[in-house]
């Protein structure tokens, strides 16, 4: 059966199971002003909050792995960091410390990818990949000290398929980027080097999809970056400027494909015999347009071509598949999880949300780990999300989600069940704040049936959130604090995440005593995994970080 947990003897045992609920995105707000958590009505949440114990928790920075306390939370690192009870050094991290040390490019990929292209002239070096400096998929000085060492190297064409960011970073920031690097690839070539970007467009209309939600998405990316195909335009800040004049409010990660042209022709096209990185070091949007490179027998879309190149990830973004066939950079090894002890220790589970954060209750939450640990033991259920812009229908899959908990809740299968109500997070991203309200909302009525379902059954409904993102809506002035206001009168919307603290309420209300009612505080998101297993009566394992309960005795 695999590693198993230790009773504990002092505990009584709960007659239903233990819910943990990731409302993904839901933090504490540093600001009154833009923090829709705050707007919202909640008073499901907020009631359990009032009466129960409760406690804030990191989701920020060193608390899930990240480099610094700068760094934003993702929902990657919290998932990996609630499901594995411990703290890792994650992707941003990793790629970060391989550049510093050299050991990426004394690596047998990258020799690969430029020694490819050193026996072929003519041949180009393509980073496709996010194109800012969020930190949460992609930085963008990741990309540029791969390109100066391409130069060091003697490759002498480089082409970048930009994608725009304007959700981990300004909603309209996408100039603040493209210049400077304009500038930087600009001297970088001359003397036989020709360093351009070549394409792009909005992360969120093209390459980056997810957990196959939508294909045509990936295709878009193909058709643009391998194809050259799409609207011609004489650089990518020429790009930028057409569609904002088209449309003054388009956010950076909506915009429409772009392609690079001189004299008539794309300058980028991917050719046989190139060489491509695609440098996010997040999995999770990397595997569509990474299987669209290598699949044999791809069929999601027609690849019209599928050029010969060599081709690699930042990362492994599959351990267990072992996607893509070639990486820079080993993802961290993450062990010894909450579902792999659960599996072992003869517990039935039950993981569920709908198709944008199927793959963070299972995937992430399990610790990059594709598969179940025990077929019989676990169940995963995905509930299609649908395929329109997420402030036209804010309240998103949360009922359906709901009725299929409660359906296992009554059912009495299951002793431990983990969820995902991604409204705080999707919604938020966004930036329409009115919709991010709706979602929340919607998201507190469902909680409010979970509720009465958990007391029912004589279970256990631990509240929490992966990240903050819905508590910092607006751009705020570093210094004074205030909002920031565009040219409209209106303020600048905020759609990436916040370094805000996120809740943990334990509603028990079974409770016998056996912990104190005043929980733990300065913990991170990690003591979550511990939470969940002291609260099925086991001992937490040894490694793990402390739980937020604190022993009555």
Known sequence: MGISLVKNTAWHARRGPVVLVIMDGVGYGKYKEGDAVASADLRHFRGMESAYPSTRLKAHGKAVGLPSDDDMGNSEVGHNAIGCGRVFAQGAKLVSASIET???????????LVSNLCAADGKALHFIGLFSDGNVHSHIDHLKAMIARAKADGVRTIRV???LDGR???????????????AYLAGLSGDGFDYRIASGGGRQYMTMDRYGADWSMVERGWKAHVLGLGARFDSAEAAVQHYRAEK???IDQDMHEFVIEENGKAIGTIEDGDSVVYFNFRGDRALEITAAFEDENFDHFDRVRRPRVVYAGMMEYDGDLHVP???????????????EYLAGSGVPMLAISETQKFGHVTY???GNRQGKFDDKLEDYV??????????QRPWMKTAEITDKVLAAIEGGKYRFIRLNYPNGDMVGHTGVYQAVVCGLEAMDLQLGRLKLAVQKAGGVLILTADHGNSDDMYEHDKKSGSVTIKADGEPRSKTSHSLNPVPCVIYDPAYMGEYKPELREGLGISSLAATCVEMLGFKAPEGYDPSVLEPAT
Do not use: C
Not at 102 to 112: I, N, P, V
């Open 102 to 112: 050299g050991a990426m490019f004394s690596g047998a990929t990258w020799k690969k």
């Open 248 to 250: 003054p409010s388009l």
């Open 325 to 339: 066939s070639s990486y820079l950079v080993t993802p961290p090894a993450i062990d010894r999880t909450m579902g």
């Open 364 to 366: 992430f939450f399990n």
């Open 161 to 163: 398929h930009a994608l």
């Open 168 to 182: 981990d970073v300004g909603e309209q920031s996408a100039l603040e980027y493209l210049e400077p690097f304009e």
């Open 382 to 391: 995905e509930v299609k999300s649908d395929l329109v812009p997420f402030e």
